[in-house]
């Protein structure tokens, strides 16, 4: 029973955390004039509408088994038309940020309500604050994670959305391989054990999670 509401205790805020921030794309290009995930049921809380085969167990089962510092995955993208957007830039700028700021949200809720610690102990209500501590965590390695400035990622439409001419015509060049590259930089420092570089995405997600903590007033 206890491996069983262990392993709920990471799979609802990982769902949460997936669902949300890609509803978030899809309800943020709505409201700058494209309907297209609207249209296809995108912008739903329902996690089965944003699973992704490879990015959500595949790639973090890869990960675990490499001994990764930090394990992710990601959801299926939400369908955007780009061209629909306006205004163009500015919509792509926001569509992309939509997903890592859910994140950070999601992740300073998180860390508000581990101050329910004033009513309920952690040890009498174990299952719940493994939810939140587990929440920040996730939450801060999606957001860190998706701002890597590489295509598809959001970090890479960021970019993009900055860039014109043959600047944003050779970066988007990038993104059939994308994925690849960061997974490559991911998994290879562990597999050749070159321990100057398998910190660095982890670092940076403890320091945001460090940061979220902070905020909501649980910092040392």
Known sequence: MEWILDAAAWVIPVVLAITLHEAA???????????TAKTLGRVTFNPLKHIDRYGTIILPGLLFLANSPV???YAKPVPVNFYRLRPARIGMLMVALAGPVTNVILALIAGALLHLDQFITPEEA??????LYR???INSVLAVFNMLPILPLDGGRVVDSMLSGRAKYYFGKIEPFG???VMAALIIPQLLGIEELQ??????VMWLAE??????????
């Open 71 to 73: 394990l992710f995955g």
């Open 179 to 181: 994925i690849y590259l």
């Open 25 to 35: 794309h899809g309800w943020m290009a709505n409201k700058f004039g494209d309907d």
């Open 211 to 220: 940061q979220v903590l902070w905020a909501t007033g649980n910092g040392q």
């Open 199 to 204: 910190g660095w995405l982890s670092e940076p």
């Open 135 to 137: 929440a920040v965590m």
């Open 126 to 131: 174990p299952f719940l604050f493994q939810n």
